[in-house]
Structure formats: structure tokens, C-alpha cells
């Protein structure tokens, strides 16, 4: 039996263009806050971006994940509301359900490995959980992973190995039976390679290859790969 650990953002899923992303977001976060209007939009989205960057900044120097609540309620200061509610939860994770797309043939190979003898994983440096999980809902993949596994419920972020130990146990796996297979050179390759983890790295225009155990452009040529 082999163990598949997925990384989540570009390779399972595909994002539009990331202005229009975040846009998006502040969009709905301003709409659930009844603050909602196009002028408004276009003043506090460079507001939220320098916030994302400051919180980004600090969650990719030290690894340890911080929670997307305190970065929501950090922009919703800057409109005056001091109280978080779930709704602001949801249009914080309304980009990701409703703009990003799978990549082609995602179900189609996620389907057919599921029937073989793989036990599969998410693992994904995400501040908020529940956003993958109805994302991969929404899509009808959610069925195929035995476990989602998020940086925001380890608490660190890839490339430290905690995460993908944690994600291996939640499968039943072993580091010498697993395969990671991911987009980042750095979080998904280095990172379980230094664990001694299989990795096939999911091919991204402008990166250096990195020394990994083998190379998709699509999902498609996983099952080739697997053997």
C-alpha cells in the first residue's frame, strides 16, 4: 500500500487572478458587514493586502500558522467592527469555494486512485481549515481523502516535518510507503524529502526544478507515475 499526501493550492486546485481573489474577498467581507460598496472596495483592498503581507510575511518566516480570524478581524478593525461572526468567516473563504477551479482531471485521477490500494491526504499550509474542506466538498472530492490535514489545525506550516508526520498518522501511513506530491519546491519537496518521503513535484512555470522523485505537468500522469 502506498500513502499519497496531496498539497492543496495549485495542485489540486487552481486559483484565478489573485487581485480578483482578493477582491473578492474584501467584497464579501464588506457586504456581511453592511459596509458594502464598489468605492469602498477599491479603498480598503490595498488596506487588506498590506495586512496579508504582514501576516503572510510572519507566517512564512517562522512556519507556525496564524489563524486567517486574526487577520479578518485586523481588516474589519480598519472598518470599525470590533466583533468577528462567522459570516465574515465565510465570505473570507467565499474566493476559494466559489473562484478557484480543480485541476483537469482531478476527480477523474483522485476517483480511480481511491479504488486502488492508496490511502490519500490533503496537506495544506492554509490558515483556515473549513475553506478546503467545503471547497473539496463543493467539487465532489472530499470522499476521495481519508483525512485533510491544515496548517491551521497542526499549528506549523510545511516544510516543517510535524505536519506531514501528523498527516501520515492520520492515515495509518509510514514515511518509507509515502509519496507527497505538491507544487512547492521548498514546502512540499524539501520538506519531505528531509522527512525521507517520496515526492513527485507538480511542474510550475518559473520554478527550478527541484530534486524531486519525479515530475507531473498533470494530474493525469499520476497513475502512470504510481505504477
Not at 152 to 173: D, W
Amino acid at each position: 500500500m502506498l500513502y499519497l499526501l496531496f498539497d492543496f493550492w495549485r495542485t489540486i486546485v487552481d486559483p484565478p487572478d489573485l487581485d480578483y481573489y482578493y477582491r473578492y474577498r474584501v467584497d464579501k467581507l464588506l457586504e456581511v458587514s453592511g459596509k458594502s460598496d464598489n468605492s469602498s472596495v477599491d479603498e480598503l483592498l490595498p488596506i487588506y493586502k498590506r495586512i496579508l503581507d504582514l501576516f503572510d510575511s510572519k507566517r512564512k518566516a517562522s512556519s507556525i500558522e496564524i489563524p486567517a480570524r486574526l487577520e479578518v478581524l485586523t481588516f474589519l478593525s480598519h472598518i470599525g467592527i470590533e466583533r468577528l461572526r462567522e459570516e465574515h468567516m465565510k465570505a473570507y473563504a467565499a474566493p476559494m469555494v466559489d473562484l478557484t477551479t480543480l485541476k483537469p482531471g482531478a476527480k477523474q485521477v483522485l476517483e480511480y486512485l481511491s479504488k486502488r490500494d492508496f490511502n490519500m491526504a490533503i496537506v495544506s499550509n492554509t490558515p483556515y481549515h473549513d475553506m478546503v474542506v467545503e471547497k473539496l466538498r463543493k467539487e465532489g472530492v472530499l470522499q476521495f481523502f481519508d483525512s485533510v490535514i491544515s496548517s491551521h489545525r497542526v499549528g506549523v506550516r510545511k516544510p516543517r516535518q510535524l505536519i506531514f508526520e501528523y498527516a501520515l498518522e492520520s492515515i495509518g501511513g509510514s514515511v518509507n510507503k509515502a509519496v507527497m506530491i505538491g507544487d512547492s519546491p521548498y514546502e512540499d519537496i524539501m520538506g519531505a524529502k528531509r522527512l525521507g518521503i517520496r515526492t513527485i513535484w507538480m511542474f510550475r512555470e518559473g520554478f527550478d526544478v527541484p530534486p524531486s522523485d519525479g515530475m507531473i505537468k498533470s494530474l493525469r500522469e499520476l497513475p502512470r507515475i504510481l505504477g
